[in-house]
């Protein structure tokens, strides 16, 4: 999925959930963005960590329109690179979450509620535990907070 056709179908009630480990470099990319859009943007803001499955029962109460994760994915990408999904897109056999129960979430909260999800999947270079954030990674993290804010608002 193409940037804009993302943005464009990102309506109503909006959710933003960071998934990651602070304590794992890149992969706590979706973390930092969420930390970065607070008090930004129209959106309910969660910082999920590596523990999503706690905060579905939240997410399914706020009952909103659109729901966007963003989250470290392995890809075979290089570092840095940005893809948009739509929660089917996680078949796809090139795609690897950290965390394998993103797509059994999603699942539970499609059965729940009725709501679009998507997810921003940035390639991590580094997940090594203590490590920083990649000074490319970092880069995209700041390029996709401020397409965010433009885009949705306060």
Not at 51 to 69: A, G, N, S, V
Not at 91 to 98: C, G
Not at 131 to 151: C, F, G, H, W
């Amino acid at each position: 999925m193409e940037l804009n056709e993302f943005l464009n179908n990102i309506k109503g009630k909006v959710i933003i959930a960071g998934i990651g480990n602070p304590l794992r470099g890149d992969d706590a990319v979706g973390l930092y963005i969420v930390k970065e859009l607070k008090n930004k943007i129209n959106a309910v803001l969660i910082d999920c960590e590596d523990r999503l499955e706690r905060f579905i029962e939240e997410i399914i109460q706020h009952k909103p329109d659109t729901i966007i994760f963003i989250d470290a994915l392995h890809m075979h990408h290089e570092p840095g690179c940005v893809v948009f999904l739509s929660e089917e897109n996680l078949q796809h056999p090139e795609i690897s979450t950290h965390q394998t129960n993103l797509k059994m979430c999603i699942e539970y909260i499609k059965a729940r509620i009725k709501t679009k999800i998507f997810i921003i999947g940035i390639q991590p270079e580094n997940t090594n535990f203590g490590n920083s954030m990649s000074e490319r990674v970092l880069n995209v993290a700041k390029i996709l907070k401020d397409i965010l804010i433009q885009e949705i608002g306060k």
